[in-house]
């Protein structure tokens, strides 16, 4: 079946930096892939649509400036966490859909990266 | 009113019991459902797709869709303890949009 990859699983940084989560469609080409994030024991929560070749629609209050969002090519999203803040800790999860599959509609997620921000 | 409303348990059962699993939702448009599972600290999985109301059968899994309830259903049957896991239902109503979620259902299934 489809994968989708994550990278890294688990990021420790300073309070400041900046830190880069990687997603990738393995073996289809995802025209669009979003991003999650997920507090502990609760559902998912939208951040943001990333298409391929155009900017991300962010969800309503999430900052666009602190958590950019790339999708340079079919098959890679790139969700960057700006001067990350002890707050911004947290479970961060990508998914992305399979045009080929279930009509068009098959979403699959990456294995989602734990971020601690110190 | 949540657009999608799911019980977040938790759910605990023996093993071997038939598990029922809900979700009710507002949004008449809604025609693409999905069950996801998700183990701790882990990545949603897809266990199910469906279409528009009916039935759904991949091995101990069935998914039910009641468009004129506004109802979806998910159960296992014969459940067993590495059943145990969250379990969201997800939906949207146009192909690629991006999907609602239930708040998820904790289950337990004890050996």
């Known amino acids: 079946g489809a994968v989708v990859s994550q990278h890294p699983s688990r990021v420790i940084c300073k309070s400041g930096t900046s830190v880069k989560i990687e997603c990738r469609s393995l073996d289809f080409q995802a025209t669009t892939m979003f991003w999650y994030r997920q507090f502990p024991k609760k559902s998912l929560m939208l951040m943001a649509t990333s298409n391929e070749g155009s900017k991300a629609t962010y969800e309503q209050g999430v900052e666009k400036d602190k958590f950019l969002i790339n999708h340079a090519s079919l098959t890679l999203s790139t969700l960057t966490v700006t001067s990350a803040h002890p707050e911004d800790s947290s479970f961060y999860i990508c998914s992305a859909r399979d045009p080929l599959q279930g009509s068009g509609n098959t979403i699959y997620f990456g294995e989602g990266s734990w971020l601690t921000v110190v | 009113q949540k657009e999608v409303e799911q019980d977040p348990g938790p759910l605990s059962v023996p093993e071997g019991a038939i598990v029922s699993l809900n979700c009710t939702y507002s949004?008449?448009?809604?025609?693409?459902f999905m069950w996801y599972r998700q183990y701790s600290r882990k990545g949603p999985e897809l266990l199910m797709y469906t279409y528009s109301s009916g039935n759904k059968e991949d091995g101990r899994f069935t998914a039910q869709v009641d468009k004129s309830s506004k109802y979806i259903s998910l159960f296992i049957r014969d459940s067993q303890p590495s059943d145990s896991a969250t379990y969201l239902c997800a939906m949207n109503g146009n192909q690629g949009g991006k999907l609602i979620f239930g708040q998820g259902t904790e289950l337990s299934v004890k050996p």
């Open positions: 949004n008449s448009a809604f025609q693409y």
